[in-house]
């Protein structure tokens, strides 16, 4: 049976009431994400000040839901692009890749920053996914300076080890864009096609994003998506794909 992982990302007070509307969309049937948080969105808005989207955070966690780290403040604020990077994040983000230009020694900092910041919340991130999913191969490394287990792109999962290359778990990530009318049809269509086309891979996930929720037609597919994938396969945590493929 498909092995299906749940996540939603960007969250973030600033996009608070759509968060916990696709966590409702899970709950309906049974499904249980991964949270994938902000801990300063955009520079400002630092988790430390809402109280009250954190004991919603907390509330879930205790639940039983993961939380991952997913970038310090996810734009890209006072990063210049190279070239190379403007050609791998082409009409896949909107100045979103905070992890796209980064090396090492500047990736690590801002991970070791934003897991400082959510442990000192009393959240205990299992994972680290770059924003929009792009960052430069060193930033495996960087994660795995930083004691985390797991990463992921938009291919596949990651388990990584100091002084190991990551193990590559590949894994399709079914996905949503409803920036402009036509993208939003378009990935509407990609999601009916990989529902058709991947049933039956190993591992997929099911990334849900606060902004699906602005268009018709990404609404609708996101919560087909939630049900038919939670009914054909096997929903299991980051966890357990880490603890599945552990080294004997």
Request: charged content about 25%; overall charge positive; proline content about 8%.
């Amino acid at each position: 049976m498909t092995r299906v992982l749940v996540s939603i990302h960007d969250v973030a007070p600033a996009l608070a009431p759509a968060v916990v509307r696709l966590w409702d969309m899970c709950a309906e049937h049974g499904v249980r994400p991964a949270l994938l948080v902000v801990p300063d969105w955009h520079g400002s808005w630092p988790l430390e000040r809402d109280e009250p989207f954190l004991a919603w955070l907390h509330a879930r966690a205790a639940d039983g839901a993961e939380v991952l780290l997913h970038g310090l403040r996810h734009d890209e604020h006072g990063l210049p692009r190279r070239w190379r990077d403007s050609v791998r994040a082409l009409g896949r983000t909107a100045r979103e890749g905070e992890f796209l230009t980064l090396d090492r020694a500047a990736a690590g900092a801002r991970i070791r920053e934003g897991l400082a910041r959510l442990r000192a919340l009393e959240l205990r991130p299992v994972g680290f996914v770059p924003p929009a999913w792009l960052a430069r191969s060193a930033c495996w490394r960087a994660v795995a300076d930083a004691g985390l287990p797991l990463a992921e792109d938009d291919a596949a999962v990651y388990l990584v080890r100091p002084h190991r290359a990551p193990t590559r778990l590949p894994a399709p990530v079914v996905r949503w864009s409803a920036r402009g009318r036509a993208r939003a049809w378009a990935s509407a269509g990609v999601a009916e096609w990989r529902w058709r086309a991947q049933r039956a891979v190993p591992l997929v996930r099911v990334a849900l994003h606060p902004s699906d929720l602005s268009h018709p037609a990404t609404a609708r597919s996101a919560a087909r998506a939630i049900a038919r994938w939670a009914s054909a396969g096997r929903v299991v945590s980051y966890e357990s794909i880490r603890s599945l493929h552990a080294d004997p």
